[in-house]
């Protein structure tokens, strides 16, 4: 598709990844084929973003809430997440920079390391941010980021007069990073799922029939097509 140069440019979008059991189960496949083709998909699409000069993508892959899937299918998502890091950790060809949202602390400690170690080693680049979701919840966000504030007040380090939007995001995973403008959600089911709850507000949601294994480059760039036709009021007139 012949898009105008400043098509996507700047822009930063969610992805909530989903209809991967749905994929698998319409073939006759165990569900974990529907995220092993997934998989795939996010990559292409990583990369589809990156060519198009979006600012920033959140891929939401797996949620605080998806722990409880059967432990076969928590296992296979996780193996190929590991498989992914590996990868991600060649970054130097690249110049993402590469930010992991959601509690580590519950994945195992190697890919924990390399977490840190693609994070830190792609600090420093200066094209499209691609921000992973990963055991995330948007509640789970919202309550550490209260967590850390109130503890600062209890200490006598912060008065909580002082407590407002910016210093709130600045606790968030996404600190220093922009609200999504628009949230996608492939598989069409109409909900956030707890993704990215205070990011949120102003997004524009589109939602897409296609389940996310089928999802293709002409279906994001139907998706900013749509997301460029709404008229954002941002409470004005
Ligand atoms: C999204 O696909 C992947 C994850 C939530 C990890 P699903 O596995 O939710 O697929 P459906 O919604 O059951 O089709
Ligand atoms: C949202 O999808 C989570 C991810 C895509 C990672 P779910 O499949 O878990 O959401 P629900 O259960 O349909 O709301
Ligand atoms: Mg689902």
Request: aromatic letters at 10%; glycine letters at 8%.
């Amino acid at each position: 598709m012949e898009h105008p140069a400043d098509f996507a440019k700047g822009l930063s979008i969610g992805i909530i990844m989903d209809g991967n059991g749905r994929w698998a189960q319409k073939r006759g496949l165990p569900r974990t084929a529907g995220h092993t083709r997934g998989a795939q998909v996010f990559q292409d699409i990583a990369d589809y973003c990156d060519e198009l000069g979006v600012a920033s993508v959140y891929f939401y892959a797996f949620s605080t809430e998806n722990w409880k899937r059967p432990a076969e299918e928590v296992g296979a998502i996780m193996k190929l997440f590991g498989e992914y890091l590996i990868k991600a950790f060649d970054y130097k060809k690249r110049n993402n920079r590469i930010v992991f949202l959601g509690d580590r602390t519950a994945l195992e400690p190697r890919y924990q390391k390399l977490m840190d170690e693609i994070e830190q080693g792609t600090a420093h680049k200066t094209g499209m941010v691609l921000n992973i979701a990963v055991n995330y919840g948007g509640r789970q966000e919202i309550l550490r980021a209260a967590k850390s504030l109130a503890a600062e007040a209890a200490a006598g380090k912060l008065d909580p007069e002082s407590i407002d939007e910016e210093l709130f995001a600045s606790r968030m995973y996404t600190a220093g990073q922009k609200d999504p403008d628009l949230i996608l959600r492939p598989s069409g089911e109409k909900r956030l799922s707890n993704f990215m709850l205070w990011q949120a507000a102003y997004a524009e949601l589109v939602e897409m029939d296609v389940l996310w294994p089928d999802f293709t480059r002409e279906d994001l760039d139907a998706a900013i097509a749509e997301f460029n036709r709404r008229s954002r009021r941002f409470g004005g007139v």
